[in-house]
Nanobody, 126 residues
Framework: QVQLVESGGGLVPAGGSLTLSCAAS????????MAWFRQAPGKEREFAAG????????LYADAVKGRFTISGDGNENKVYLQMNSLKPEDTAVYFC???????????????????WGQGTQVTVSA
């Protein structure tokens, strides 16, 4: 059973930066695709960024491309999301997610991720 715990959220002014961390435990962590999703108030949860820890490939939603950077350390079982140039529209609960199956391809689809953290709140003030 994979367990994920996010940290690093908080309140930041527009234009500021935050780094989210996701600590993982459980089998085959480094072989699963990892991703950050976010859910703004009154909206559906959406994909923000993903990473394949085996090959290092990354994928970003258009809304965060160029501002957010996802990275991971398979040895330390951690995934990070560096967020720069934050905007009020980035305000959301951010969730770390691990792929349902080891060695599965990275995707933006929520159904491919079977393990979720509890979420961490990010609030960007105007």
């Amino acid at each position: 059973q994979v367990q994920l715990v996010e940290s690093g959220g908080g309140l930041v002014p527009a234009g500021g930066s935050l780094t989210l961390s996701c600590a993982a435990s459980g089998p085959s962590f480094s072989t699963r695709p990892m991703a950050w999703f976010r859910q703004a108030p009154g909206k559906e949860r959406e994909f923000a960024a993903g990473i394949s820890l085996r090959g290092g490939s990354t994928l970003y939603a258009d809304a965060v491309k160029g501002r957010f950077t996802i990275s991971g350390d398979g040895n330390e079982n951690k995934v990070y999301l560096q967020m720069n140039s934050l905007k009020p529209e980035d305000t959301a609960v951010y969730f770390c997610a691990a792929g349902r199956l080891p060695f599965s391809p990275m995707t933006t689809g929520e159904s491919a991720y079977g393990y979720w953290g509890q979420g961490t709140q990010v609030t960007v003030s105007a």
